[in-house]
């Protein structure tokens, strides 16, 4: 289930609510797109800024509309009690996966952190990635910490932070988490500018924020990996770099916004605020790079 | 208004829900203590992990028992939507002032900050204190912007981060936010451990923890600071160095919980799940140091 692509879409919405219509036309387009998952209310999915009655409506507007593809839906929230009663619902909601995420206001400490997962895990029967993702939560796992988690009930995978462009360092990384966890539990690389560099290194997989958008470039790198083109695949992943540039520069959330308003696939605003979404010059860069890349 | 001693009170709560009785109990405890005013659902109040109805809850309950101590709320949410129903809120309800922090989960630029203020500064009528908290929301403030948000309507005080211990970065810091911003704006320290430092550096006020639960050894650093004996100052914080200590190690919020649970003010377990209180030879610390310095 936590292998090969998984695709993060953006849950369109505005100050006047979700924008399901929105939202359903990019779940459909994954569905026969040959993601192997697709990953709803994950960061991009704006999964920390929507009530829970409202992320129970996205999860089901989104099984109802991913045809035959699995599910994982982001259960991430401050307390834990949130995080059960949605990972309960969309258990219920007959989700493929669960996406968990430390999220923090006060620093977590690593023990509350473990107890997080293991009453988590202790509460369901689905599979759960563990989502580690220090930018926005701002907890850092240690790998012993990986570890103790990864081997509790129900954890599949780890959803691993960007990894060094330096290939000898990213593969480092990945060997490290590797020795660190269960082997029947999958590491998958986040921050699609080094995704190939993970994916090169033996990673499972690659949790995509891209591949929510445009998922046949971020499948060419996939299957140039698995035909052990490592060439080809660096040469595909380095054609995108003037979108990794935007994403470093806007935060990835802002650019796939943007991008899907580009493509009329949803309103100009369509983040939620505070969050803006990119003006002027900064969206007419986003239409040169997107236009230039042939995905306009 | 935003002068002086503010106190921030814990909010005792379990997973069964907030402990009003014990609330209400700190909230009395500040009464006739002297501070200057309070400061309730601040970062130690858990504001960050309440909903929107309990936080509303909170805020009448602490008016009803404030007698005549001016009554601050925090109204920081991840999303703007839900930062103005608090602050309208709030105003209906009858706070002496408002404490707003950029609660973030992706990153946030600067102008979507301001704007964020711009919003609120426009839809109330009620003096706005800027809650500058890097080590929970993660968003730095620059001083040109704290000069921009400054000058808008309704700001009236600055929540500032831990000084540093040496007193003339200290001084220089003040110094330093004091020239970027609208004279009439003043600037109070948070970060107990320095505050005596912010104080003789002329900061308008102190934002504490500490007085939440224990007004009196805040009041005499104020006072002395108020009386010209520095040096008096400097020690009465030294003496509690112990404390800061356990601030550092655990975090200021799982001491205060500790020491109110020791004080047989609320329950053990008052903090919200993942967050959790400090157990068996932790507790056994902040006892001695707290029994050290006479606060129990």
Redesign the interface.
């Known amino acids: 289930m936590f292998k090969g692509l998984s695709a993060f879409p953006l849950t369109p919405l505005s ?1 006047a609510g979700i924008d399901f219509r929105a939202f359903t036309g990019l779940v459909e387009r994954l569905v026969d797109s040959g993601v192997d998952s697709m990953g709803v209310l994950g ?1 991009t999915g704006s999964y ?2 929507l009530q829970t009655h409202e992320r129970k409506r996205v999860l089901r507007e989104a099984l109802a509309h991913a045809g035959g593809v699995p599910v994982i839906a982001g259960i991430g929230a ?4 949130d995080v059960l009663e949605l990972a309960l619902d969309a258990e219920d909601a007959g989700v493929a996966g669960l996406l968990l995420a ?2 923090s ?5 690593d ?3 473990q ?2 997962f293991e ?1 988590v895990c202790a509460a369901v029967r689905t599979p759960i990635c563990v989502y580690d993702n220090p ?2 939560t ?1 907890f850092r796992f240690t790998d012993a910490l990986h570890g103790r988690i990864a081997a509790l009930p129900n954890i599949a995978s780890i959803k691993i932070p960007r990894l060094a462009d330096d290939p000898v360092e990213a593969a480092t990384r990945v060997a490290a988490l590797r020795a660190s966890v269960p082997s029947h539990v999958t590491l998958g690389v986040s921050g699609d500018a080094s995704a190939v560099r993970g994916l090169l290194a033996g990673s499972d997989g690659w949790y995509s924020v891209t591949a929510g958008l445009f998922p046949e470039v971020a499948l060419q790198i996939v299957r140039a990996v698995g035909n052990g083109d490592e060439e080809g695949a660096i040469a595909l992943s380095v054609r995108l770099a003037p979108l990794w540039s935007l994403y470093d520069r806007f ?1 990835g ?1 802002r650019v796939m916004a943007c991008a899907t308003a580009l493509l009329r696939l949803c309103g100009e605003d369509c983040l ?5 979404g990119l003006r002027d010059g900064e969206r007419e860069e986003v239409e040169a790079v997107l236009g230039g890349l042939g995905l306009l």
Do not use: D, N
């Open positions: 100050e960061s920390a800024y401050l307390r834990t009690r430390p999220v206001y006060q620093p977590l400490k023990h509350e952190v107890a997080l009453t930018g926005t701002h935060g959330i939620p605020l505070p969050l803006q």
